[in-house]
């Protein structure tokens, strides 16, 4: 089962799946920022249950271009994921659409391509990074 965590209940919940999501990310974000934007309702957390337990946490946020609004997946960990991740796909593209999106995007490794594919996803940019040095 995959429900959204709202604000009120952001907090009983974080114990839980923060140690979930950590994993998946980058020095570009940290819990605290998730768990602020998430109160500000600028980002939204979703719970991946299985067998009443939860076993995943999926971390998007809005992002509204010129045209269009996108729902972007930016941390997604857990365990089992062959078990949830179809529904957990499934579960953020309609709730997208009630969110009146009119996309889901995941930015990721090159090795989610592969597994995405499957599920309509298809390489639409190459994001390259560099690291600059101020001081």
Do not use: H
């Not at 889901?104 to 600059?132: C, S």
Request: with cysteine; net charge negative.
């Amino acid at each position: 089962m995959i429900r959204y965590i709202t604000t009120e209940k952001l907090e009983s919940y974080w114990p839980i799946i923060a140690p979930l999501i950590e994993p998946a990310l980058d020095e570009e974000i940290t819990l605290e920022d998730v768990y602020q934007k998430s109160m500000d309702e600028t980002m939204a957390v979703m719970a991946v249950s299985d067998k009443g337990e939860i076993v995943a946490g999926c971390v998007c946020e809005f992002v509204d271009y010129p045209q269009i609004r996108a729902l972007r997946v930016v941390a997604l960990g857990g365990k089992n994921m062959k078990r949830w991740l179809s529904q957990l796909i499934e579960f953020l593209d309609t709730w997208a659409i009630e969110q009146r999106m009119d996309r889901v995007e995941q930015m990721g490794r090159d090795g989610w391509m592969r597994v995405l594919n499957e599920y309509g996803y298809k390489k639409r940019y190459t994001f390259m990074t560099k690291e600059l040095s101020y001081g």
